[in-house]
């Protein structure tokens, strides 16, 4: 999704029954809801009663900015990853040599194909992170919206999980495919942290 593209437009596009954009491309417009959520908490604990968190919350602001960003990059380029996958299975393959020339741009277009989902565990932990860095200091009126920021982030996570999952049945090489294991064990570090930080802020709502 352009920075141009409407809301609208861009789900048109998604219901369309077309290949892209997918899952993975909506699970990083997921994460760049949750730092921009985070950046607007940071923002709103600022100034009188709030001058011991200042530099955190400047540093937490900026920092979601970055992330938007490299969020809205990683939809892009999921949604190209997949479509070179789509094309190599397309390849002719009647012959041996066919078929050779096919299993070998399959293996290289899954490995680029992995690279988004990987950089989207990233940063889906790093905003869960943050949530949980601010949860017990911020403004008590956007508490909800750090919860609603961790969730959007657990569910690019969660996307990011079972796009990794996937792509390690179908990947050859088994050092890539042991890479991919580890970058799910980060995903569901970070789905489980964000679980906490909904469960405390749900637990100071009830108090």
């Not at 593209?5 to 290949?19: D, F, H, K, Q, V």
């Not at 600022?46 to 969020?71: F, H, K, L, P, V």
């Not at 999921?78 to 009647?94: I, M, N, R, T």
């Not at 959007?152 to 990947?171: D, F, K, P």
């Amino acid at each position: 999704m352009s920075g141009s593209e409407t809301i609208g437009s861009y789900l048109n596009r998604l219901a369309a029954g077309r290949p892209t954009p997918g899952g993975g491309a909506t699970g990083a417009l997921q994460a760049a809801q949750g730092a921009a959520l985070l950046g607007m908490a940071a923002r709103f604990t600022t100034g009188e009663g709030y001058e011991d968190q200042a530099d955190r919350m400047e540093r937490i602001a900026s920092r979601s900015e970055e992330i938007i960003r490299r969020a809205l990059k990683v939809s892009d380029d999921d949604q190209e990853a997949f479509a070179a996958v789509a094309e190599s299975y397309k390849l002719p393959g009647e012959t041996a040599d066919e078929e050779a020339d096919r299993s070998e741009a399959i293996q290289r277009a899954l490995l680029g194909a992995v690279e988004p989902p990987r950089e989207l565990t990233r940063i889906a932990a790093e905003v869960i992170e943050m949530c949980a860095e601010i949860v017990g200091v911020v403004n008590p009126n956007v508490l909800s919206d750090v919860a609603a920021a961790a969730e959007s982030a657990r569910a690019a996570a969660s996307t990011a999980i079972v796009t990794l999952e996937i792509n390690i049945r179908a990947v050859d090489d088994e050092g890539t495919r042991d890479e991919l294991r580890r970058d799910v064990e980060r995903g569901e570090v970070a789905v489980a942290t964000a679980a906490t930080v909904t469960r405390r802020v749900r637990d100071d709502l009830a108090r």
